[in-house]
Every structure is written in structure tokens, then in C-alpha cells.
């Protein structure tokens, strides 16, 4: 990878070092001026005129989804959020009292709160599956909890809060030899980890845009397997996933379309499709490479200053790098960096509340690493934290 070359196309390295990739990472001039070229011809000529002008290339964002995730075009849905396409998908699965749904102990706030909104609303019960010994879902526990009222298999395939990489595919394994619903949280992933849907076996897949795949805020996709489709009605259907046929009759979409609203923000989408086929073209592979690469070295210089705990835990890590300091609170910290240029940001108990428990951790400092950062970046960074602790 020509990092020289890329970071010339990101006009936001010349303003500061983003560690907060897993925030929201900066974008490109290409995918800004997508998107500013959009909304100038929205302005001049009309939003619908302008949408159906570039019809060709707002669909371009069904292929570029599906070829990141070895998916077809017609199991892809854009929203405008991991939320909402997370939410759109588990609150249109028929639950019954009873059901189970099995979870991750890294679980992020917004999908255990839906957990628990479906035990008031339906009667269910969360089963949260223990850590392994090297803090990953545990698989082979999993398959212990699995009975006959396991409903969902719900998993985070990258906490918030850390460097862990939950084993997907081997959860998959087991939802499939149960005929299980498989929900699968990428948020963290989609953009610095190879994600196969047919490989992992997930039934629906959600993620965001500004993460790691480098698109615009307020945006969003879902991925829905051909089978799932099959079978499930989404809560959300409007004018655009549905037809309303006769006056007492309404069809639904076949395809993955059915979760989105007929609404949305197609700058934004246009500005996502350009990052997007970015990373097609790069290749999922020599960024996950270079992602562990930098996040390595980060780790490495970290785990050098004797006031630094890393807190990553896992076999295979990820571009999250967090950690704590006997001096400092992560929030003291923080300030210190921001003060610097430096972005960086604090998830705190409440993001990630069963692993944050267990691992009795209020807060950390999350320093998210994307394939654009340099190893000067990171030592200028390990320098100021010396710094500050001297
Ligand atoms: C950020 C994040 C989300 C939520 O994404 P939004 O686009 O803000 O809705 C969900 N899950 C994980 C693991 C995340 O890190």
C-alpha cells in the first residue's frame, strides 16, 4: 500500500492525528467532493430529478456493499445507522415468551438494551455466553447454552471497547448446526476485517459507515441472507419496502430493500459508495494486514511505558487499542492529547457494561489505529505520554 499517497488524498492528516477510527474516521477529498457535488446539483436542479439523474450510481452502493461481504446485491439494505439496521432486523424477529436470545459478554450498549426491551416487550431471556480464557466468546460454552428456546445468536464481532476480535465464524458454525437465527454486530469491522457472510453464516449482518469503511456520518447497511428474506416481515414497512396493492392489501419487497424507508440521505449514500469501492480496490486484505500492523507497533510502544496497562484482550486483535494509566484518568488523558492535536476518545462503563464489570474497568483510553496512520504518528504519540508522565 502507497500510505504516502493515501494520506495525500485525506486532508484531515495535515490537521491532526486521528486515533479515533472506531469513532468516526476521516474521510477522503474524493468522498467529500461526492458528496458536495451531490448536494450542489440537489440545490440546483431538485432532489428527485438529481436522484433519478444518478440512478446508475446510487445503486452502484448495493454491489460495492455486497462485494465487501462476499453478498449478493439483493441482501443489502442502506440506513442511516448500525442502529437502525441492527434494531430494523432484531425487532422483526417473532419473538415468543420464552424464546432465548444468546449473547456476547462484549455486547455494545444499544443491542443489550434491545435484549432487554424484548424480555418487558415479549417475554424473553438474555443468556449472555462467558469469556474464554483469553476474554472471546467462549464457543464451546455457547454450545451448552444452545436448548430448544434459543432463538438468536446475537454477537458483537468487535467490542467498542477493545482489541478483541470475537470468533464469528465458529459461532456461525454452531447457529447453523441448530438452525438458529444468527445476528452478527460489525460495526467495528466492515472496512479492517475480511467479512464473508457465507463463511460466517450469519443471517443478517449490521454495520455503519463512518467507522472503518471511511463514509459519511448518518449512514448505514444491513446485510439480510436470500433465506432469512424468505420468512421475515420487517417493522418498518412503508411505500417503498411494500405496495399497497388494493385498498386491504399491501406487498412486500423481496429483497433486502424491504428494511429500508423510502427516505434518505443519498449524498450520503453517494459519498459511502465512493469510500466504499476504496476499500474494494485496495483490498480488505492488505488493510487488515496494515491495520495489525500499526495497531501492533501502537501496542508495542504502549506496553514500553511502565505507568501504561494495555487493556486489549483476545487472541486476534483489532485496530482498537485501549489502556489505562496509574497517573491519569482516561478523560485526563484524553484532554491532554486533544490539547496535541491528538483524537482520541474514553468508552466508559455503560458502552460495554458485562465486559467492563468483569474486567472492573470504569473507563479507558481508546486509541483506534486505520491503515492511514503512520508509525511517526504513534511515536509522537508514545513521546507525549512519556512525556506526561514524567
Ligand atoms: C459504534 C457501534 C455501534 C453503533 O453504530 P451507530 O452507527 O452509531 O449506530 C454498534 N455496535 C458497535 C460494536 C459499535 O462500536
New binding site residues.
Given amino acids: 500500500m502507497d500510505i504516502k499517497a493515501l494520506r495525500n488524498e485525506t486532508p484531515g492528516v495535515n490537521e491532526v492525528i486521528h486515533f479515533n477510527n472506531?469513532?468516526a474516521s476521516l474521510i477522503t477529498q474524493k468522498t467529500l467532493d461526492a458528496q458536495l457535488g451531490y448536494l450542489k446539483e440537489e440545490a440546483l436542479f431538485g432532489g428527485y430529478e438529481t436522484a433519478a439523474k444518478y440512478e446508475k450510481r446510487i445503486n452502484a452502493f448495493y454491489t460495492e456493499i455486497a462485494k465487501l461481504l462476499n453478498a449478493e446485491p439483493e441482501e443489502i439494505a442502506y440506513t442511516?445507522?448500525?442502529?437502525?439496521?441492527?434494531e430494523r432486523a432484531f425487532f422483526s424477529i417473532d419473538f415468543k415468551p420464552g424464546d432465548e436470545i444468546v449473547c456476547d459478554h462484549?455486547s455494545?450498549a444499544?443491542?443489550y438494551i434491545a435484549h432487554l426491551q424484548a424480555e418487558q416487550r415479549y417475554g424473553t431471556k438474555t443468556v449472555v455466553i462467558p469469556a474464554n480464557h483469553f476474554g472471546e466468546v467462549d464457543v464451546e460454552a455457547l454450545k451448552t447454552l444452545i436448548s430448544a428456546k434459543t432463538k438468536l445468536i446475537s454477537i458483537?464481532?468487535?467490542?467498542?471497547n477493545g482489541g478483541l476480535v470475537n470468533p464469528a465464524e465458529a459461532i456461525g458454525r454452531v447457529a447453523n448446526e441448530h438452525h438458529i437465527l444468527y445476528l452478527l454486530?460489525a460495526?467495528?469491522s466492515a472496512g479492517q476485517y475480511p467479512l464473508d457472510v457465507r463463511k460466517i453464516g450469519c443471517d443478517f449482518l449490521?454495520?455503519?459507515?463512518?467507522?472503518y469503511l471511511r463514509g459519511p456520518r448518518g449512514?448505514?447497511f444491513l446485510y439480510a441472507s436470500k433465506k432469512i428474506l424468505k420468512s421475515i416481515t420487517p417493522i418498518n414497512l412503508d411505500l417503498h419496502s411494500a405496495e399497497w396493492n388494493s385498498i386491504n392489501s399491501f406487498k412486500q419487497l423481496d429483497n433486502a430493500k424491504k428494511f429500508e424507508t423510502w427516505e434518505s440521505n443519498i449524498a450520503a449514500k453517494i459519498g459511502l459508495i465512493t469510500a466504499v469501492q476504496q476499500i474494494n480496490e485496495i483490498g480488505i486484505d492488505k488493510i487488515c494486514n496494515r491495520v495489525t500492523e500499526v495497531a501492533d507497533y501502537l501496542r508495542d510502544e504502549l506496553s514500553k511505558i511502565k505507568e501504561i496497562t494495555v487493556q486489549d484482550i483476545g487472541r486476534v486483535k483489532s485496530g482498537i487499542v485501549t489502556f489505562t494509566s496509574s497517573k491519569f484518568t482516561p478523560l485526563e488523558m484524553k484532554k491532554f492529547f486533544s490539547e496535541n492535536k491528538i483524537n482520541t476518545v474514553t468508552p466508559t462503563l455503560s458502552g460495554?457494561r458485562i465486559d467492563m464489570e468483569a474486567r472492573k474497568l470504569d473507563a479507558v483510553l481508546r486509541s483506534s489505529v486505520h491503515y492511514y496512520n503512520t508509525k511517526e504518528e504513534i511515536d509522537t504519540f508514545a513521546s507525549l505520554i512519556k512525556q506526561m508522565h514524567r
Fill in positions: 472506531a469513532g442511516e445507522s448500525a442502529t437502525v439496521a441492527w462484549t455494545y444499544s443491542n458483537t464481532h468487535m467490542p467498542t454486530d460495526c467495528q449490521s454495520s455503519t459507515g463512518r467507522k449512514t448505514g460495554t
